[in-house]
């Protein structure tokens, strides 16, 4: 084979992937950015309705969720948007409001019990007692 005959077998093959795995390389980066700007959009709608919606200390509950528990955060952050956009609030939802939505996620979610284990034999080794027959 010449260099031409490789040349060409090679394009064919670049190609051939470039149709098989979606486009070229400036088309995948116009793809991931317009899938970035539509990810920008939806949390900048998702923000404002949260706004309309929750007051200011029900906010801040929310965002301390948001710090210790994020998936737990985002559970009840649809829920909040779902009962919004089907009517279900009237108004904004107060701290003691959320609290009690707080109370039914927490209701529905599985609770997994988290054991810590105390082996009380290596706490019992101590080598400060231990008797230094180097020195």
Do not use: W
Not at 38 to 43: D, F, L, P, S, T
């Amino acid at each position: 084979m010449s260099d031409g005959d490789l040349n060409a077998l090679r394009a064919q093959r670049m190609a051939q992937m470039q149709s098989q795995y979606g486009g070229g390389g400036g088309n995948d980066a116009e793809k991931q950015q317009a899938q970035q700007e539509q990810m920008r959009a939806q949390e900048e709608m998702k923000h404002s309705i949260l706004s309309q919606v929750l007051d200011q200390q029900a906010r801040a509950r929310l965002n301390t969720l948001k710090v210790s528990k994020p998936e737990k955060a985002q559970m009840v952050e649809s829920m909040v948007i779902r009962m919004a956009q089907m009517g279900q609030v009237r108004g904004k939802l107060d701290d003691a409001q959320f609290v009690s939505i707080l109370e039914s996620v927490n209701a529905q979610m599985p609770q997994s019990k988290s054991t810590v284990k105390y082996d009380r034999r290596r706490a019992a080794i101590d080598s400060d007692d231990d008797e230094d027959y180097g020195c």
